[in-house]
């Protein structure tokens, strides 16, 4: 049937294996992860599509300076483009199986699915920051 979750999302703190929140998607929805940028401290997203081969699909990165924007792609094959007053980058096809993310102090990473909102930087439990993990389980039966 048509928009009934067919995978779970799951957030993982890669070296516990504890699992930080599972969340239903559906082929299509739109995952955005938000930070700041760790050099340029500037605003930065990525955002991806969930895809029908439970991949993550890689739309667009979106800098709030040209300099942080040039530090991920110094040569984007179809240039820089200005949306909403930020750089963005297009994703050209990048997908990936598994989004990994290390969350350290004060960079504010939130990920964001549908109407849901998980702060991951509020799961601090040393100094180092941790590792998390975002992959993608299908759901039994479809």
């Avoid at 928009?3 to 504890?18: D, M, N, S, W």
């Avoid at 530090?71 to 200005?82: A, F, K, M, N, R």
Wanted: charged share 20%; hydrophobic share 35%.
């Amino acid at each position: 049937m048509l928009g009934l979750p067919i995978y779970t999302l799951r957030v993982k703190e890669a070296t516990k294996g504890c699992e930080l929140a599972s969340i239903q998607v559906s082929e299509g929805d739109l995952l955005k992860v938000e930070y700041t940028h760790s050099m340029y401290k500037v605003k930065q997203s990525e955002v991806f599509s969930i895809g029908h081969d439970s991949r993550f699909y890689l739309q667009k990165v979106m800098f709030g300076s040209y300099a942080a924007a040039l530090y991920y792609d110094i040569e984007p094959s179809q240039g820089l483009t200005s949306e909403d007053g930020l750089w963005m980058v297009k994703g050209n096809g990048k997908n990936y199986s598994i989004l990994k993310y290390r969350v350290s102090p004060n960079t504010g990473h939130v990920l964001h699915v549908g109407n849901q909102r998980l702060d991951l930087s509020g799961n601090f439990q040393s100094q180092g920051g941790l590792m998390i993990e975002v992959g993608l389980e299908k759901e039994g039966g479809n």
